[in-house]
């Protein structure tokens, strides 16, 4: 099915960025928020958007007023009436998506796809929701949506491959990268990267090292920026929302660090007020340093060890969970992470499942153990990682681990 027309729900930051994306693909779409200085707001941010390439000399104005027409404001569903796909970028509560696309049956036409721009829900609920659950999808953008060229495609359990081929299509379209993956809290970005920065979370409060040490050992290593760096940009309030849902999903092993609730208790939610795990403008992180002192003194867990790979072994074995549950290939995952967030050793772009074929799934495996002894139930390897090393698939050394390597 080839998409014409599409159509956005939210006009948030997401939402704005979609549609920009969307219109620099040369397609008309629609965009709709619950009142008019919401919608403005997202055509402000659209504008602003277009506007940078010109002032970079990346654009023409003539063609930037060209992208501009190509998006329709509105407060109403009545424009919709002829959309081929509609992505709802809505605040990420399940009810809410839910009945958003409820609304949005009674006037799109029968074949019209919904895809959702979930990082986490549940898209197989979403579509139980409707008359037409083979046509619902999730279709998970990444921020900032405009830069960001992954583009997570999760079919549900009803999804047709029709739907799934046409999003792809689509998504190639707005010149992003799609990765097909099966439907699991967390999707596979989110569930991949919540550990390591609920690892580096714990390491902070536990005395391992502060926020700016970490932060410059993981750039260091090759991600582009740190992890604290990351969550307040990201926003702490979405970080403390997806963990405590994949805690919800998969138990003991992703319990998120007290230091998220401490802070999310105290509406340090990141840069957009101000103040996250750092200091913004006039504020500082003195709070912070405080609720860590709380922590070690109720714990009494204080001073731990910090290395690197005490933040990125638990990513690793996510993704080595990821594989054994057939969540996505081991191409895909790499890409995802390589895509998704900038992932790197060194200089070199790189995913997980390669950086562990590098280490040696041996060496993998034994600090996996090490790390469980000492901190427990979060580090407890993956089933797949223990068969790997037992039949000697070690990575680059022995030729295959879980990727093939050239001899």
């Not at 940078?52 to 063609?63: E, H, L, Q, W, Y």
Request: proline share 5%; glycine share 10%; with cysteine.
């Amino acid at each position: 099915m080839y998409i014409f027309k599409a159509g956005v729900l939210g006009a948030g930051a997401m939402g704005a960025e979609i549609a920009q994306v969307i219109t620099y693909s040369g397609l008309p779409v629609v965009l709709k928020d619950i009142d008019q200085e919401l919608v403005d707001r997202g055509l402000e941010k659209i504008r602003a958007i277009y506007q940078r390439r010109v002032d970079k000399g990346k654009m023409s104005p003539t063609t930037m007023a060209e992208k501009l027409d190509l998006v329709e404001g509105t407060t109403s569903y009545d424009p919709f009436s002829d959309v081929d796909i509609v992505i709802e970028a809505v605040p990420e509560d399940i009810e809410l998506k839910k009945r958003v696309f409820q609304e949005l049956e009674e006037v799109c036409p029968e074949g019209t796809i919904f895809a959702s721009n979930s990082s986490a829900l549940s898209i197989s609920e979403m579509g139980a929701a409707t008359k037409r659950p083979e046509k619902v999808i999730g279709m998970h953008f990444f921020n900032p949506a405009h830069v960001m060229k992954l583009v997570e495609v999760i079919p549900g359990l009803d999804t047709d491959q029709d739907t799934i081929d046409s999003v792809v299509a689509f998504a190639e379209s707005l010149r992003k990268i799609p990765v097909v993956v099966q439907e699991c809290p967390g999707f596979l970005v989110n569930r991949l990267l919540m550990p390591y920065l609920n690892e580096a979370t714990y390491c902070l409060q536990e005395g391992a090292a502060t926020a700016t040490e970490i932060d410059e050992a993981i750039v260091e290593f090759g991600m582009p920026m740190g992890p604290f760096t990351l969550m307040d940009m990201l926003g702490l309030d979405i970080c403390y929302d997806v963990g405590k849902y994949l805690y919800s999903e998969y138990g003991e092993r992703g319990k998120p660090a007290a230091l998220f609730e401490r802070l999310y208790g105290a509406g340090r939610v990141g840069e957009k007020v101000g103040a996250g795990f750092y200091g913004y403008g006039t504020e500082t992180d003195g709070p912070v340093k405080e609720m860590i002192a709380q922590i070690q003194e109720e714990t009494g867990i204080k001073g731990t060890p910090f290395s690197v790979e005490r933040c990125f072994l638990p990513l690793i074995n996510e993704a080595a969970l990821c594989l054994q549950e057939n969540i996505a290939s081991p191409t895909d995952i790499d890409m995802a992470m390589m895509a998704g967030t900038g992932m790197k050793k060194g200089t070199t772009p790189m995913g997980p499942l390669a950086i562990a074929d590098e280490m040696g799934l041996d060496k993998v495996l034994a600090q996996l153990e090490e790390f469980e002894a000492q901190f427990g139930e979060r580090f407890r390897p993956a089933r797949l990682l223990r068969l790997k090393a037992k039949a000697n698939h070690l990575g680059v050394k022995t030729g295959k681990g879980f990727l093939e390597h050239a001899g």
